[in-house]
């Protein structure tokens, strides 16, 4: 499956900018500051992109859902 393969539905961010393929997620994660791209929610957000993009079928809906947990990670703790 290509990077270029979009979520079933976009993954909406703050101000608006929604990641609407796997390589725009995999973009977003890359421009995080290294030591949080190390955090566990991180690294299993790029653990499934990857296999999303190497197996694709299921992968690709839990690609999606690991990127919400990561991003939504900071609500849950605070």
Same mark, same amino acid.
């Given at each position: 499956? +290509?990077?270029?393969? +979009?979520? &079933?539905?976009? /993954?909406?961010?703050? *101000?608006?900018? !929604?990641?609407?393929?796997? =390589?725009?997620? $995999? &973009?977003? /994660?890359? =421009?995080? +500051?290294? $030591?949080? =791209? =190390?955090?566990?929610?991180?690294?299993?957000? @790029?653990?499934?992109? @990857?296999? $999303?993009?190497?197996? *694709?079928? *299921?992968?690709?809906?839990?690609?999606? @859902?690991?990127?919400? !947990?990561?991003?939504? $990670?900071?609500?849950? !703790? *605070?």
């Amino acid at each position: 499956m +290509p990077w270029s393969t +979009p979520f &079933d539905d976009p /993954i909406a961010l703050d *101000g608006g900018r !929604r990641l609407r393929t796997l =390589q725009e997620a $995999a &973009d977003y /994660i890359m =421009q995080l +500051p290294e $030591a949080e =791209q =190390q955090d566990l929610r991180w690294q299993t957000a @790029i653990e499934t992109l @990857i296999n $999303a993009a190497e197996s *694709g079928g *299921g992968w690709l809906m839990f690609a999606r @859902i690991g990127m919400l !947990r990561a991003l939504n $990670a900071d609500c849950r !703790r *605070g």
